[in-house]
């Protein structure tokens, strides 16, 4: 906690240099465009590359990829893999090697093994749809720090709205449009239409930039395989087992100026070494917010989705609430598994979106 408040004062200093006495919310707004055009000219004028020093971020256009490729997919396009969205933010699974750095090290016989954890697919980002920041660890003003505790709590709310596997009604509008773009019942749960946007990737989108590769603990991709996602899908985001993690990544990690959440379904104990090193707890990050604002509370606003019970059941005609087996049958192997290479290339993290150009959002 007091690592997490040191580095926060830090930032808070060099915000203070370069905002002109604006908060995020508005300098975001001002000096961000929705334009797919090379921006280092105004990143370096604005003095951000004080703040954002990763090697990774790209003012210049890579493709249709730099730092400000988050920002405009989510608010000109359609995740690939999207989950869940409303007016103000959108949760979405993202590309390249989702649950990467959940990796952990066991060593039964002394030795350091590194284990690829089961539930990399829990991996899912939470972005802005409106009232972009940059990043929280940056300085909040009470409203930026409120909507930070709402997205949070809507995260916590859609995590149990997954594990009921609801159907993908309850998920917003634009998860509607897109489902019914693909031909979906609008009763599929929504399990399994997490696993059908994955399964069909097209081969071309796999293998090119960001590309897509989903690893099994055996480094097997089973990203192509319904069946064997179905079966994680159902138990990753059991709360009996797991529970939900919530993180950023600071700005020296970062290769997106927007900021957006990481989550992640992990054991209550556990904290792989690399969500140690490179990530933030987003509880502390509020804890530290809410004791700089000296106990001034927080206007609490109803916030979407609704609350969801542990106990969930469907209507009378069961036309709500869709659910598939929590154990699904073993699959054999079928051939659909590919071995691939148990280190492959590091993806960069900010390549979490392509373009759906047949699905638009209200």
């Known amino acids: 906690m007091e690592m997490v408040s040191r580095k926060m004062s830090t930032y808070e200093t060099l915000w203070n240099e370069i905002s002109g006495g604006l908060d995020q919310t508005t300098f975001f707004a001002k000096n961000t465009t929705l334009e797919e055009k090379d921006f280092t000219e105004e990143f370096k004028s604005l003095s951000l590359d004080k703040i954002f020093t990763c090697g990774g971020l790209s003012t210049s256009l890579r493709g249709n990829w730099n730092c400000l490729h988050l920002y405009r997919d989510t608010n000109q396009g359609v995740p690939t893999i999207l989950v869940y969205s409303d007016e103000n933010d959108t949760i979405l699974g993202p590309l390249g090697e989702p ?3 959940t990796n952990y090290v066991v060593e039964p016989d002394g030795a350091p093994r590194e284990m690829i954890h089961p539930n990399r697919l829990s991996h899912l980002m939470v972005v802005p749809n409106r009232n972009g920041i940059f990043n929280e660890l940056l300085p909040s003003t009470i409203e930026e720090t409120e909507r930070l505790k709402l997205r949070m709590d809507k995260m916590r709310e859609v995590v149990k709205m997954i594990h009921a596997n609801l159907s993908v009604t309850s998920f917003g509008e634009m998860v509607i449009k897109k489902a019914e773009s693909m031909g979906c019942d609008l009763n599929m749960p929504i399990q399994t239409f997490i696993a059908k946007q994955i399964v069909e990737l097209s081969d071309e ?7 897509y590769i989903l690893l099994n603990t055996d480094s097997q991709d089973y ?5 064997l ?3 994680r899908l159902s138990k990753m985001f059991d709360p009996e087992n797991y529970s939900l993690k919530m993180f950023v990544q600071g700005p020296d990690k970062n290769t997106q100026l927007i900021t957006h959440m990481h989550c992640f379904m992990l054991e209550p104990d556990m904290l792989p070494p690399l969500l140690k090193t490179d990530y933030v707890n987003l509880e502390m990050i509020l804890d530290c917010k809410l004791a700089k604002f000296d106990g001034s509370p927080l206007q609490r606003t109803p916030s979407n989705p609704p ?9 009378e ?16 192997d079928d051939g659909e598994l590919q071995r691939v290479p148990s280190n492959p290339p590091p993806v ?3 390549f979490s979106l392509q373009r759906v150009t047949s699905v638009r959002a209200n």
């Open 99 to 101: 649950g990467r750095d």
């Open 205 to 211: 989108m796999r293998k090119e930039r960001p590309g």
């Open 223 to 227: 990203g192509k395989n319904m069946t």
């Open 229 to 231: 996602m179905l079966d």
């Open 307 to 315: 609350p969801v019970d542990e106990e969930v059941e469907g209507d």
């Open 317 to 332: 005609d069961d036309e709500e609430l869709q659910r598939v087996p929590s154990n699904p049958p073993a699959v054999e």
């Open 348 to 350: 960069d993290e900010g």
